[in-house]
Structure formats: C-alpha cells, structure tokens
T-cell receptor, first 116, second 110 residues
Framework: GAVVSQHPSRVICKSGTSVKIECRSL??????MFWYRQFPKQSLMLMAT?????????EQGVEKDKFLINHASLTLSTLTVTSAHPEDSSFYIC????????????FGPGTRLTVT | KQEVTQIPAALSVPEGENLVLNCSFT??????LQWFRQDPGKGLTSLLL?????REQTSGRLNASLDKSSGRSTLYIAASQPGDSATYLC?????????FGTGTRLQVFP
C-alpha cells in the first residue's frame, strides 16, 4: 500500500513555456502533499506544502506565481512551472501523507524537467 | 531552524565491510526520523522509519538507531555488497515538514 505516482517521469520543454506535473496517491487519501526539488548532487529541498482544498504554503525563496500548486482532491496535486527557464531544470519529487506534517510521507518516483 | 547533516559525505569501501553512516540534527524536538536510499537519477526508497518513541529499527542487514537527546541517528549496514552502492539520505520529521540531510554517497566495490 501507500503508493504515489508522478506523471510525466521526464519532460523537456522550451524556455518560456509552462509544464504541469501530476502527483497522485493511488491507494490512500492524501490530506497533505509536498513538493520537493533536487538539483544534481544535492539533497531534496521542500518547495511547498499543500492541503486539499487550501492554498499551498511555500517555503522561503520559492516563487508562488512561478510554481503553481493545486491540490483539488484527496488523491491529486499538480505543480505547474510557469514560464520555465533553464535554471528551473531539476528533479521534482512529490510526497503524500494522510495526516499532518509529522505523519509519514510516501514519495513519488520523481519527474526530471529539462528546459532548453 | 532544523538542520540535518550527514557524515561522511562520500564513502568508498570494499565488499563485505560493515558500515556506519551518521546523521545529526540540530533540533531534538523531532517526531520521527527516516532513512532513504536513492539510486542515480531515481526517486527515494524508504529503508527504515524510527518513531520518536523508538530507539532503533532493523530490516535485514540494516539497523538504524535514534538518540534524540544527542541529536543523532546512525545507519548500520552489515556485510556491504556492491548493490548497496547509492546515496543514503536521512530525514527528520518536524511539526509540519520533513527536513532532509545532506546525504552520503556510498560506493561498494567488489
């Protein structure tokens, strides 16, 4: 149990375009979903926390107008990178939890975004 | 602000050695601590989750301990194998978020 999927696994887009990444909890209801970013040879950095039906809470330094997060249902959250630039190229990983922040998080397989 | 540090940053050992990976955190008020494995270009694989009321967890050749008072966790890998080569991440659960450590890149050579 506790499976989280992400789609797509890899995406290449041109600079200035937008790209949407989906995160789904397949066998449980995710009260809270998290989005992380990982640059090469670095650890995961939390970008934002989203609760179903509420606005996402963004970490300091993360532009909320650039990284749009929607958590419309208890099984789906989306991250849209708007007006992507090459520096947005990264590995994006989502996680889902059926409770608050200190509940165990289940991680998706990640999405590799390359902006050309 | 919680900070999680892992030592060593990289480790290269011959097959068969017993290994100790260290994780330290600055704020002892954590709920749980979790160890993950990440292969190059891949997502995270959960290895062990230690709840705050526990002191250790074991799975196969892996044993993780937690000492909240000293702000430390240790991952012990027995009889290492080339297939254990990966990056190992520890992560501390706070009230509202999970903070990841800096990672240890492990290479086990035959």
């Amino acid at each position: 149990g506790a499976v989280v999927s992400q789609h797509p696994s890899r995406v290449i887009c041109k600079s200035g375009t937008s790209v949407k990444i989906e995160c789904r909890s397949l066998d449980f209801q995710a009260t809270t979903m998290f989005w992380y970013r990982q640059f090469p040879k670095q650890s995961l950095m939390l970008m934002a926390t989203s609760n179903e039906g509420s606005k996402a809470t963004y970490e300091q330094g993360v532009e909320k107008d650039k990284f749009l997060i929607n958590h419309a249902s208890l099984t789906l959250s989306t991250l849209t990178v708007t007006s992507a630039h090459p520096e947005d190229s990264s590995f994006y990983i989502c996680s889902a939890s059926d409770g608050q922040g200190f509940y165990e998080q289940y991680f998706g397989p990640g999405t590799r975004l390359t902006v050309t | 602000k919680q900070e999680v540090t892992q030592i060593p940053a990289a480790l290269s050992v011959p097959e068969g050695e017993n290994l100790v990976l260290n994780c330290s955190f600055t704020d002892s008020a954590i709920y749980n601590l979790q160890w993950f494995r990440q292969d190059p270009g891949k997502g995270l694989t959960s290895l062990l989750l230690i709840q705050s009321s526990q002191r250790e967890q074991t799975s196969g050749r892996l044993n993780a301990s937690l000492d909240k008072s000293s702000g430390r966790s240790t991952l012990y890998i027995a009889a290492s194998q080339p297939g254990d080569s990966a990056t190992y991440l520890c992560a501390a659960y706070g009230t509202d978020k999970l903070i990841f450590g800096t990672g240890t890149r492990l290479q086990v050579f035959p």
